[in-house]
């Protein structure tokens, strides 16, 4: 058996163990607001219900191990003591995942994965429409754990409202877990998908995706494409020029088929590229049909 000594092994190791043995994990969806009032949307996988009576739900933002610094959500929770907490469902987690992306203080996370603001009742935050569950709270501690990179920061928070959506209901106003779908995180790039187990989606902590809001409208707009089909196109850092949307087409014989296809049969084309995670050939087919 493998013994360590978290005191004697980097901090990056200890956590990749540790979130690699414990899980799956839920995922915090945590909106909040900075000084300034502009929105912030994250997810965090150090997140549990704690309490009924008062409701309480915990989740805990890492100081970033690369320089010790805290996350944009950690800033927000102690300046501005509100936070909404949504549940995240398969249909919408490679949005999720976008919205871990490191994008500067100010930059609104809500448009970058293409999600909807909904306001909520009796807090600052806004809810994320396409939640199936969501808890509008009030942060009653933050509880640092250290100081150092890794460390975490205890968000304490009391539900002041619940909203579920009807979609997720069975009798007796009970969540029916097989309408809800949810999925949680599990170590490296693995997810957890209730219903059918596990999955994988890049981490795109690394790159800086253009986002669902650089996306050109028709495509953004489309009828075809799902939440998570536009996540995907928006974590990519740059979009293919007009030679490599030439040669794709050339290679693959596809000129005359993209002339005389409908934008929708071209989405449904895209969409399958997609679903085998070929997402740089799904943008020069798209950008083929909209030109």
């Known amino acids: 058996m493998l ?43 150090f997140f549990n219900v704690f309490s009924a009576n008062p409701p309480i739900l915990v989740f805990s933002p890492v100081l970033r191990i690369k320089d010790d610094s805290e996350k944009h959500t950690l800033e927000n929770v102690k300046n501005h003591k509100e936070v909404v907490i949504n549940i995240v469902n398969y249909d919408m987690v490679q949005q999720m995942s976008l919205a871990s992306t490191d ?32 808890f509008e709270c009030k942060v009653n501690e933050v509880k640092p754990l250290g100081d150092k990179g890794g460390a975490g920061n205890l968000v304490i928070c009391e ?3 619940i909203h579920v959506s009807e979609d997720v209901l069975a009798e007796g106003e009970k969540i029916d877990q097989h309408k809800l779908d949810q999925v949680a995180r599990m ?25 669902v809001d650089n996306i050109p409208q028709s495509i953004r707009t489309s009828t075809i494409l799902t939440g998570n089909d536009l996540g995907k196109l928006g974590n990519v850092e740059n979009i293919p020029d007009e030679t490599e949307i030439t040669e794709f087409l050339s290679e ?29 050939s799904a943008w020069k087919i798209l950008l083929a049909k909209n030109k």
């Open 187 to 211: 170590g490296g790039n693995l997810y957890s998908r209730a219903n059918m187990g596990v999955f994988e989606i890049p981490k795109p902590q690394t790159t800086l995706g253009i986002g």
């Open 103 to 134: 994008y500067a203080d100010g930059i609104n996370e809500f448009e970058k994965t293409g999600l909807t603001m909904q306001e909520s009742e009796v807090v600052k935050p806004f809810r994320v429409k396409e939640s199936p569950v969501q």
């Open 159 to 161: 539900v002041l409202r």
């Open 252 to 280: 693959n014989k596809l000129v005359d088929y993209v002339k005389e296809s409908s934008e929708e049969k071209i989405h449904a084309i895209a969409q399958e590229y997609l679903k085998k995670e070929e997402v740089m």
């Open 3 to 45: 013994t360590i000594d978290p005191k004697k092994v980097p901090v990056k190791k200890t956590y990749g163990l540790m979130v690699s043995a414990v899980g799956p994990r839920p995922i915090a969806f945590a909106s909040t607001v900075n000084e300034k009032g502009e929105p912030n949307l994250a997810p965090f996988s």
